[in-house]
């Protein structure tokens, strides 16, 4: 027998429900002192592996003994008698195999189109979310133009179940991803000459870690671990500071100066009085934000909640002709379904994201409770928008987002932040 008909073989039997079958086909497993031999059953031989099959026990031949029988990567050429959601045959690895059995088929099954390549929940889930109706109480008015809850209920368990594999299937460690880039000492020494005297300036000091960066992307650009495990803070804080530069921390002022640590943690930590003072303030600061500064957030979301107590939203028109004006750009769609948009002297609701792309790039004039003449405690529907209305009595629940921004923030200085620059546009933004 050949791997790949074993493959075969395990999928016909949904083997991989079973966790113990995904390690021993998946790793490198000591086998137990009677391993069974019923039907689809694998077999770790001294030699290699054996499986049960249509003929009984047999060797697969191009199995190797202390390698794992497969591998996630492994490419292999299947059809629709592989998975039934497969409209023509493919190339794919097995991984993309299991994720679209365990995942999809198990949950949607062939409603849901074969799924390849590197898989982002987010994406399935914006997917789902377009054709996501009630389960139906009658079964047989269940349609395969859509997706019902219990089945995303289940896709969420099937996630959950494979999230139990991560120890096979995530990167812990790369060559390159655990070593500073090489060259780094000379190209730095280099750097320093070129900026000499200006590192007090954060502009230019922004300037040179983009350098080091640059260079770290070029080292790092065909190593898996980059933008897996390396990425968002992790590259940018955390690998940056151990082996580029450490370079201005937190600090408890706010001066426009800056003394920055140039040598890297993976170059010891700085000697000089000055900048063993900053390390260790950087330190101290990510803390401190994180047990003190993180107050403001929930002394903003009592303000907030206490302030909008006895607001209530009225299913009326207040009839205004004032409102916010600004331009959306694409992409804020979202920002504008269910708002009433100002025209002449009528209010125009956006239904959907579709009629709201009609009001991109343009001034307009949405209808918003900062203008709204109702009297009293109350806002109107209009002014308010479809969005809040479904909360007339729980307008605080929407401003608490304002006060989870300020609690997010201190939270996230804990892990350092990053020196960066960005353009911006004074006419677009004051508009
Ligand atoms: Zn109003």
Same mark, same amino acid.
């Given at each position: 027998m050949k791997k790949i008909e074993y493959l075969k073989i395990a999928?016909?039997?949904?083997?991989? !429900?079973?966790?113990?079958? !995904?390690?021993?086909?998946?790793? !490198?497993t000591k086998p137990k002192e009677q391993q069974s031999e019923a039907y689809g059953d694998l077999i770790i031989e001294p030699w290699g592996y054996s499986a049960v099959g249509p003929n009984g026990k047999?060797?697969?031949?191009?199995?190797?003994?202390?390698?794992?029988l497969f591998k996630f990567k492994d490419k292999v050429k299947i059809d629709s008698s592989w998975a039934t959601n497969l409209k023509e045959p493919i190339e794919t690895t097995i991984g993309n195999l299991l994720f679209n059995h365990i995942a999809i088929l198990s949950t949607f099954g062939d409603k849901f189109p074969y799924v390849t390549g590197k898989v982002e929940v987010s994406k399935l889930e914006d997917f789902i979310a377009t054709k996501l109706q009630d389960t139906p109480e009658d079964?047989?008015? %269940?349609?395969?133009?859509?997706?019902?809850?219990?089945e995303y209920t289940k896709f969420i368990d099937a996630l959950q179940y494979l999230s139990m594999f991560s120890?096979?299937?995530?990167?812990?460690?790369?060559?390159?991803?655990i070593v500073a880039p090489t060259g780094i000492k000379e190209f730095k020494t280099q750097l320093i000459k070129k900026y000499e005297g200006k590192l007090n300036d954060p502009v230019e000091l922004a300037k040179f870690e983009d350098e080091l960066k640059a260079f770290d992307d070029e080292f790092l650009k065909d190593d898996p671990a980059n933008g897996t495990f390396l990425a968002g803070k992790t590259k940018n804080v955390a690998r940056k500071k151990m082996f580029l530069n450490v370079g201005t921390g937190? %600090?408890?002022?706010?001066?426009?100066?800056?003394?920055?640590?140039?040598?890297?943690?993976?170059?010891?930590?700085?000697?000089?009085?000055?900048?063993?003072?900053?390390?260790?303030?950087?330190?101290?600061?990510?803390?401190?934000? %994180?047990?003190?500064?993180t107050v403001k957030g929930g002394v903003s979301a009592k303000y907030l909640l206490r302030s909008a107590n006895n607001f209530k939203i009225e299913d009326k028109d207040c009839g205004t002709y004032l409102g916010i004006r600004r331009k959306f750009k694409p992409g804020e769609e979202q920002h504008l379904t269910g708002r009433h948009v100002v025209k002449g002297n009528k209010s125009i609701l956006v239904e959907n994201n579709t009629i709201a792309s009609n009001y991109l790039n343009q001034e307009i004039v949405v209808r918003s409770p900062?203008?709204?003449?109702?009297?009293?405690?109350?806002?109107? %529907?209009?002014?308010?928008?479809?969005?809040?209305?479904?909360?007339?009595?729980?307008?605080?629940?929407?401003?608490?987002?304002?006060?989870?921004?300020?609690? !997010?923030?201190?939270?996230?200085?804990?892990?350092?932040?990053?020196?960066?620059?960005?353009?911006?546009?004074?006419?677009?933004?004051f508009t």
């Open positions: 999928i016909q039997n949904k083997l991989y !429900i079973h966790k113990s079958w !995904i390690y021993k086909a998946f790793s !490198i047999e060797k697969i031949d191009d199995a190797v003994a202390n390698e794992p079964e047989s008015k %269940r349609s395969n133009q859509y997706f019902y809850v219990d120890q096979l299937t995530t990167w812990a460690a790369t060559p390159k991803g937190l %600090r408890f002022d706010n001066k426009m100066e800056v003394n920055p640590i140039l040598s890297s943690l993976d170059e010891g930590w700085p000697t000089d009085p000055e900048h063993f003072k900053d390390a260790m303030n950087d330190l101290r600061a990510g803390s401190f934000s %994180r047990g003190a500064e900062m203008y709204c003449k109702l009297p009293g405690d109350s806002i109107c %529907r209009i002014c308010a928008g479809e969005r809040l209305f479904k909360y007339p009595n729980g307008l605080g629940i929407p401003l608490t987002e304002i006060s989870s921004i300020l609690l !997010i923030a201190s939270l996230k200085v804990m892990h350092g932040t990053v020196l960066s620059t960005a353009k911006m546009n004074l006419k677009e933004a």
